[in-house]
Protein backbone atom coordinates (compact mmCIF):
# COMPACT_ATOMS: atom_id res chain seq x y z
CA UNK A 1 0.00 0.00 0.00
CA UNK A 2 2.02 3.08 -0.83
CA UNK A 3 1.79 6.52 1.02
CA UNK A 4 3.46 9.83 1.10
CA UNK A 5 6.41 10.83 3.47
CA UNK A 6 3.76 12.69 5.00
CA UNK A 7 1.22 9.78 5.99
CA UNK A 8 4.31 7.67 6.64
CA UNK A 9 5.22 9.63 9.24
CA UNK A 10 1.66 9.78 11.05
CA UNK A 11 1.83 6.25 10.70
CA UNK A 12 5.33 6.20 12.72
CA UNK A 13 3.76 8.47 15.58
CA UNK A 14 0.67 6.70 15.75
CA UNK A 15 2.77 3.11 16.42
CA UNK A 16 5.34 4.87 18.74
CA UNK A 17 1.81 5.60 21.01
CA UNK A 18 0.18 2.18 20.56
CA UNK A 19 3.88 0.74 21.86
CA UNK A 20 3.07 3.00 25.01
CA UNK A 21 -0.30 0.45 25.98
CA UNK A 22 1.50 -1.15 28.92
CA UNK A 23 -0.47 -4.16 28.12
CA UNK A 24 1.50 -7.12 26.20
CA UNK A 25 0.25 -9.63 24.14
CA UNK A 26 2.13 -12.84 23.42
CA UNK A 27 1.86 -13.31 19.18
CA UNK A 28 2.69 -16.26 17.77
CA UNK A 29 6.11 -16.51 16.22
CA UNK A 30 7.13 -13.34 18.34
CA UNK A 31 10.11 -14.40 20.85
CA UNK A 32 8.85 -11.46 23.08
CA UNK A 33 5.02 -9.72 23.89
CA UNK A 34 4.37 -7.31 21.95
CA UNK A 35 2.44 -4.12 23.05
CA UNK A 36 -1.25 -4.66 22.89
CA UNK A 37 -2.62 -1.54 21.35
CA UNK A 38 0.37 -2.33 18.82
CA UNK A 39 -0.87 -5.33 17.98
CA UNK A 40 -4.12 -4.63 17.30
CA UNK A 41 -3.60 -1.42 15.32
CA UNK A 42 -1.59 -3.95 13.22
CA UNK A 43 -5.08 -6.37 13.01
CA UNK A 44 -7.09 -3.25 11.73
CA UNK A 45 -4.25 -2.48 8.90
CA UNK A 46 -4.14 -6.33 7.77
CA UNK A 47 -7.67 -6.79 7.29
CA UNK A 48 -7.36 -3.22 5.29
CA UNK A 49 -5.23 -4.96 2.61
CA UNK A 50 -7.59 -7.43 2.62
CA UNK A 51 -10.40 -5.60 2.12
CA UNK A 52 -9.28 -3.01 -0.29
CA UNK A 53 -6.24 -3.41 -3.23
CA UNK A 54 -5.62 0.26 -3.26
CA UNK A 55 -6.97 2.04 -0.07
CA UNK A 56 -6.79 5.70 0.30
CA UNK A 57 -3.73 6.68 2.49
CA UNK A 58 -6.59 8.87 4.74
CA UNK A 59 -8.07 5.49 4.95
CA UNK A 60 -4.95 3.61 5.67
CA UNK A 61 -4.32 6.25 8.81
CA UNK A 62 -7.80 6.46 9.77
CA UNK A 63 -7.90 2.40 10.21
CA UNK A 64 -4.39 2.85 12.36
CA UNK A 65 -5.34 5.38 14.46
CA UNK A 66 -9.11 3.79 15.34
CA UNK A 67 -7.71 2.60 18.65
CA UNK A 68 -5.64 4.79 19.74
CA UNK A 69 -4.37 4.73 23.65
CA UNK A 70 -7.93 3.49 24.56
CA UNK A 71 -5.96 2.26 27.94
CA UNK A 72 -5.98 5.42 29.16
CA UNK A 73 -8.99 6.13 29.75
CA UNK A 74 -10.71 2.15 31.28
CA UNK A 75 -14.28 0.97 30.32
CA UNK A 76 -14.70 0.65 34.71
CA UNK A 77 -14.33 4.65 34.91
CA UNK A 78 -18.09 4.79 33.08
CA UNK A 79 -21.21 3.11 34.22
CA UNK A 80 -22.69 0.21 33.49
CA UNK A 81 -24.99 -1.12 30.59
CA UNK A 82 -25.55 -0.02 27.16
CA UNK A 83 -25.39 4.31 27.74
CA UNK A 84 -22.15 3.81 29.68
CA UNK A 85 -20.67 1.87 26.95
CA UNK A 86 -21.95 3.90 24.00
CA UNK A 87 -20.78 7.05 25.89
CA UNK A 88 -17.53 5.53 26.67
CA UNK A 89 -16.92 4.42 22.76
CA UNK A 90 -17.85 7.99 21.92
CA UNK A 91 -15.39 9.53 23.90
CA UNK A 92 -12.73 7.26 23.02
CA UNK A 93 -13.43 7.91 18.96
CA UNK A 94 -13.28 11.80 20.00
CA UNK A 95 -9.81 11.11 21.68
CA UNK A 96 -8.32 9.19 18.93
CA UNK A 97 -9.94 11.48 16.14
CA UNK A 98 -8.48 14.78 17.98
CA UNK A 99 -5.09 12.91 18.36
CA UNK A 100 -4.57 11.20 14.89
CA UNK A 101 -5.44 14.95 13.28
CA UNK A 102 -2.96 16.69 15.35
CA UNK A 103 -0.15 14.53 13.78
CA UNK A 104 -1.28 14.73 10.54
CA UNK A 105 -1.17 18.47 11.14
CA UNK A 106 2.01 18.27 12.14
CA UNK A 107 3.33 16.27 9.48
CA UNK A 108 2.01 18.51 6.91
CA UNK A 109 -1.38 17.64 6.09
CA UNK A 110 -4.24 19.98 5.06
CA UNK A 111 -7.12 20.69 8.29
CA UNK A 112 -9.42 19.55 5.99
CA UNK A 113 -7.62 15.83 5.49
CA UNK A 114 -6.93 15.96 9.08
CA UNK A 115 -10.81 16.50 9.81
CA UNK A 116 -11.98 13.83 7.21
CA UNK A 117 -9.67 11.16 9.49
CA UNK A 118 -11.01 12.25 12.80
CA UNK A 119 -14.33 11.73 10.98
CA UNK A 120 -13.70 8.45 10.15
CA UNK A 121 -12.37 7.16 13.54
CA UNK A 122 -15.17 8.59 15.53
CA UNK A 123 -17.20 6.94 12.67
CA UNK A 124 -19.43 9.86 11.31
CA UNK A 125 -21.13 9.22 7.88
CA UNK A 126 -21.44 4.87 8.55
CA UNK A 127 -22.76 3.33 5.81
CA UNK A 128 -22.58 6.37 3.59
CA UNK A 129 -18.97 7.38 3.66
CA UNK A 130 -16.11 4.29 2.14
CA UNK A 131 -13.81 5.70 4.56
CA UNK A 132 -15.53 5.35 8.16
CA UNK A 133 -16.94 1.52 6.37
CA UNK A 134 -14.18 0.82 6.13
CA UNK A 135 -13.17 1.77 9.63
CA UNK A 136 -15.99 -0.08 10.97
CA UNK A 137 -15.49 -3.41 8.66
CA UNK A 138 -11.96 -3.81 10.28
CA UNK A 139 -13.17 -3.24 13.48
CA UNK A 140 -15.75 -5.81 13.29
CA UNK A 141 -13.52 -8.13 11.45
CA UNK A 142 -11.29 -7.53 14.16
CA UNK A 143 -13.25 -8.18 17.19
CA UNK A 144 -14.66 -11.44 15.54
CA UNK A 145 -11.37 -13.06 15.22
CA UNK A 146 -9.54 -12.07 17.74
CA UNK A 147 -12.58 -11.45 21.03
CA UNK A 148 -15.59 -12.97 20.31
CA UNK A 149 -14.61 -16.56 21.59
CA UNK A 150 -13.50 -15.03 24.97
CA UNK A 151 -16.54 -12.29 24.95
CA UNK A 152 -19.40 -15.36 23.83
CA UNK A 153 -17.76 -17.15 27.27
CA UNK A 154 -19.15 -13.93 29.29
CA UNK A 155 -22.36 -12.53 28.06
CA UNK A 156 -25.51 -14.45 27.90
CA UNK A 157 -26.71 -16.10 24.77
CA UNK A 158 -28.94 -13.95 23.72
CA UNK A 159 -27.53 -10.65 24.31
CA UNK A 160 -24.67 -12.19 22.64
CA UNK A 161 -26.88 -12.76 19.38
CA UNK A 162 -28.34 -9.62 19.35
CA UNK A 163 -24.42 -8.38 19.74
CA UNK A 164 -23.78 -10.26 16.36
CA UNK A 165 -26.98 -9.25 14.93
CA UNK A 166 -25.73 -5.68 15.43
CA UNK A 167 -22.14 -6.07 14.81
CA UNK A 168 -23.21 -8.12 11.20
CA UNK A 169 -25.74 -5.03 10.35
CA UNK A 170 -22.84 -2.37 10.51
CA UNK A 171 -20.61 -4.78 8.12
CA UNK A 172 -20.50 -4.19 4.06
CA UNK A 173 -21.01 -7.28 2.39
CA UNK A 174 -17.31 -8.12 1.28
CA UNK A 175 -16.52 -7.65 5.23
CA UNK A 176 -19.66 -9.94 6.09
CA UNK A 177 -17.97 -12.54 3.25
CA UNK A 178 -14.40 -12.37 4.90
CA UNK A 179 -16.13 -12.22 8.43
CA UNK A 180 -17.68 -16.22 7.23
CA UNK A 181 -14.32 -17.78 6.09
CA UNK A 182 -12.93 -16.87 9.76
CA UNK A 183 -12.32 -20.31 11.74
CA UNK A 184 -14.40 -20.61 14.69
CA UNK A 185 -14.83 -23.24 17.90
CA UNK A 186 -18.53 -24.89 17.21
CA UNK A 187 -19.84 -23.32 19.93
CA UNK A 188 -19.16 -19.01 18.11
CA UNK A 189 -20.11 -20.89 15.01
CA UNK A 190 -23.45 -21.39 16.10
CA UNK A 191 -23.94 -18.58 17.82
CA UNK A 192 -23.14 -16.68 14.87
CA UNK A 193 -25.30 -19.01 12.52
CA UNK A 194 -28.57 -18.74 15.20
CA UNK A 195 -27.98 -15.02 15.23
CA UNK A 196 -27.97 -14.64 10.94
CA UNK A 197 -31.38 -17.14 11.01
CA UNK A 198 -33.24 -14.66 12.70
Known amino acids: MAISAEAQRVLEALDA ?31 LERLEAAPDELVQLAVRGQHLQRWQVP ?6 GRVGYLTWRRDQGKRAG ?8 EAGFEEQSAEQVARMIRKQGLGREAGTQAVEDCACLVFLENYFADF ?34 EEAKELVEAALAE
Open 75 to 80: RDEYEQ
Open 98 to 105: ETTARLMR
Open 17 to 47: LHAEDPRQVEVEGRSLPVAKELWHAGRMSAW
Open 152 to 185: SRQVERDHLIRIVRKTWGKMSPQARELALGLPMS
